[in-house]
C-alpha cells in the first residue's frame, strides 16, 4: 500500500518559489512538465521510500534528484 506524503510548510514554500521561477522565466510548458516529473516521482516515492540513497544516516533523510538544480528530501517513518 503506498505511502501518504506529507509536505512540510518549508518544502510548500519553496516548491512555490520555483513553480513562480519557472513561470517568469520559462513558457508555460516547462512549469507543467516540472509538476509532472515531481509527482512522477512522489509516485515511486510513496510505493518504494527507500528506493533513493539516505543522505544522512541519524535522521532518515532520503534525497531524489528531480533535475540537475533541484532534489527532493524526505524521510519516511
Do not use: G
Not at 59 to 76: F, Q
Amino acid at each position: 500500500m503506498p505511502e501518504p506524503i506529507v509536505w512540510s510548510p518549508e518544502s510548500e514554500k519553496d516548491l512555490e518559489k520555483i513553480l513562480v521561477y519557472l513561470a517568469s522565466e520559462w513558457e508555460a510548458d516547462v512549469s507543467i512538465k516540472f509538476l509532472d516529473l515531481i509527482d512522477k516521482l512522489l509516485r515511486h516515492i510513496s510505493k518504494n521510500p527507500k528506493q533513493y540513497p539516505i543522505i544522512h544516516t541519524q535522521l532518515n533523510i532520503r534525497k531524489c534528484v528531480i533535475t540537475k538544480h533541484n532534489s527532493l528530501y524526505y524521510r519516511n517513518r
